[in-house]
């Protein structure tokens, strides 16, 4: 019997080994807390693949959110024609609403 029966190689073990290391890594450091070293490397192939997923969804998630969430709220000071910086306008119509305690009557 080859020794590839079972998939594994001389060649592709180390890469094997480095991607299960990761993976456990990941789950451990991004699990917020909730799963240890132990706890991944005897979990079965299937759920761990499982959790890893799920956890690479939710921060891929998350991470989406945050850049579209700054790139709604990003304002350019920087003319690019003149490479100057403009002073950003504000509201004047009204300042003394923001004055309405008595005390500055």
Do not use: C
Not at 90 to 104: A, E, H, W
């Amino acid at each position: 019997m080859d020794s590839r029966f079972f998939g594994l190689t001389l060649t592709n073990s180390a890469e094997y080994r480095k991607n299960l290391f990761t993976q456990i890594h990941n789950i451990v450091y991004h699990g917020n807390g909730g799963y240890d070293f132990g706890t991944i490397y005897n979990m079965p192939i299937w759920l761990r693949k499982f959790t890893f997923k799920q956890i690479d969804d939710y921060i891929k998630d998350v991470n989406k959110k945050t850049q579209q969430a700054q790139k709604g709220g990003k304002k350019n000071l920087l003319n690019s024609k003149t490479g100057k910086i403009s002073a950003p306008k504000f509201n004047k119509s009204n300042p003394k609403k923001f004055l309405k305690r008595s005390s500055y009557k």
